[in-house]
């Protein structure tokens, strides 16, 4: 046993002699060059490095949407892609990647991320533009009319209350709602999570497209459900921290 480990102890000595040897002096070897990370301008590592532990392998989807979904890529346009990028979204787990937002990439790579989602991961002509809810909303929402809308749409899968069903989870609850932005809502709602069997907003009753107003309204019913301290066992009121809005912090 001891003579194998001392064998491969020589193996490597020898081999790093040998490669050192097949190169002049002082001169890089062309098959061993290293970039430094932010001269990486190729989108399969910038995207496996940055983006796949929770968007998935291939934008698949994970913990975070799918960004390979077709749906998604007709709402949205790269300046709204870019600006989340460079920015990420603050009170929730999507990170700023801008170096000027203290993040790592550089605006060419961010740049490459951009135009590559759009250029690998789109289908152009799917959706009939004038049909399809805007990626922002428009109108104001009414939770009112959103909770009724949520009993038409959402909790044959979501149950009561948005507390879960038998066919998908909770979407009302504090530590949900605390940690994912209105406008990542929308997203959901409109362009659905097929990877994980979510209807986009055509889906959720068969031959009823929801209406702009109807997911609007949808939205700010979670919305208005979220709380000030999630998770806290106490009520806020309890609590003599200084709190910002969560609107603000959301924006
Ligand atoms: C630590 C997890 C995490 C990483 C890493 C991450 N994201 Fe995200 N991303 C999220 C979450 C969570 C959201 C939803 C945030 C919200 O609630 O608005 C999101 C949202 C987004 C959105 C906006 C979706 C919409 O609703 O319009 C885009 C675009 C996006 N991410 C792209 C990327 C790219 C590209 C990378 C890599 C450079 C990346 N993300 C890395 C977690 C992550
Ligand atoms: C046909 C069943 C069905 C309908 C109808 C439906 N959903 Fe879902 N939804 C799902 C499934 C399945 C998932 C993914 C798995 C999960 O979260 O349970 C999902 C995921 C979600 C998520 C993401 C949850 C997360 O953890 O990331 C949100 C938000 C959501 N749905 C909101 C809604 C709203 C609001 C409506 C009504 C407008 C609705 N859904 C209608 C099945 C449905």
Not at 108 to 129: F, H, M, N, P, Y
Not at 212 to 236: C, F, H, K, M
Request: hydrophobic share 40%; net charge neutral; glycine share 10%.
């Amino acid at each position: 046993m001891k003579a194998v480990h001392h064998l491969c102890k020589f193996a490597t000595i020898a081999a790093i002699f040998l490669a050192g040897c097949s190169a002049p002096h002082g001169q890089p070897r062309s098959d061993s060059e290293v970039l430094a990370p932010n001269e990486v301008l190729e989108f399969g590592p910038l995207f496996s490095e940055n983006c796949a532990a929770c968007h998935g392998a291939e934008g698949k989807g994970g913990a975070a949407i799918a960004l390979a979904n077709p749906v998604y890529l007709a709402i949205a346009d790269d300046a709204s892609i870019r600006k989340v990028i460079a920015q990420g979204v603050p009170g929730t787990a999507m990170p700023a990647f801008a170096q000027s937002a203290g993040g790592m990439l550089t605006d060419a790579q961010i740049d490459v991320i951009t135009k590559e989602i759009r250029s690998r991961w789109s289908r152009r002509g799917i959706l009939d533009a004038a049909s399809v809810p805007p990626y922002a909303p428009k109108l104001a929402g009414d939770a009112q009319r959103g909770e009724a809308a949520y009993k038409t749409f959402c909790e044959s899968c979501h149950g009561p209350v948005g507390r879960g069903g038998q066919k998908a989870s909770a979407i009302s609850d504090d530590s949900f709602l605390a940690l994912v932005s209105n406008q990542s809502l929308r997203t959901i709602l409109i362009a659905g999570r097929p990877e994980l069997g979510a209807p986009d907003w055509r889906g959720n009753v068969p031959g009823r497209p929801m209406s702009d107003q109807e997911i609007t309204d949808v939205v700010a019913w979670l919305a208005s459900r979220r709380v000030s301290n999630p998770g806290q066992p106490y009520s806020a009121s309890n609590n003599t921290q200084p709190q910002e809005s969560e609107d603000a912090k959301r924006k």
